[in-house]
């Protein structure tokens, strides 16, 4: 099964910046389509951004348009989740999931990976 480790989470102020990474364990995200999702304290998993395979597409959930991109570096192998001007309701784990379809989000099915999130902090 595919293996995601994600990084950069951390405790910001309102206001700050985070940038986080997911990666593929032994293998390159190019070609799979990458979620990002969290999950705050006593509430559901919720998708926050998306990129299609490549990069050619991308989605944000409504509450974080402007503030937050879905990027990936030149080889397209990390993908990454930058975060301006957070807020108290974006704190929570972050994951991110992985998967080979034409969509932006990934399916949730058996075949796609995740990793084990990354926390982060915004006290309020």
């Known amino acids: 099964q595919l293996q995601l480790v994600e990084s950069g989470g951390g405790s910001v102020q309102p206001g700050g910046s985070l940038r986080l990474s997911c990666a593929g364990l032994?293998?390159?995200?190019?070609?799979?389509?990458v979620g990002w999702y969290r999950q705050a304290p006593g509430k559901d998993r919720e998708g926050v951004s998306c990129?299609?395979?490549?990069?050619?597409?991308?989605n944000y959930t409504d509450s974080v348009k402007g503030r937050f991109t879905i990027s990936r570096d030149n080889s397209g192998s990390t993908v990454y989740l930058q975060m301006n001007n957070l807020k108290p309701e974006d704190a929570g784990v972050y994951y991110c999931?992985?998967?080979?379809?034409?969509?932006?989000?990934?399916?949730?099915?058996?075949?796609?990976?995740w990793g084990r999130g990354t926390q982060v902090t915004i006290p309020s």
């Open positions: 999931a992985a998967d080979v379809t034409f969509s932006c989000w990934p399916r949730q099915s058996e075949q796609t990976g």
């Open positions: 990129s299609s395979s490549r990069g050619i597409r991308s």
């Open positions: 032994g293998f390159s995200l190019e070609y799979y389509a």
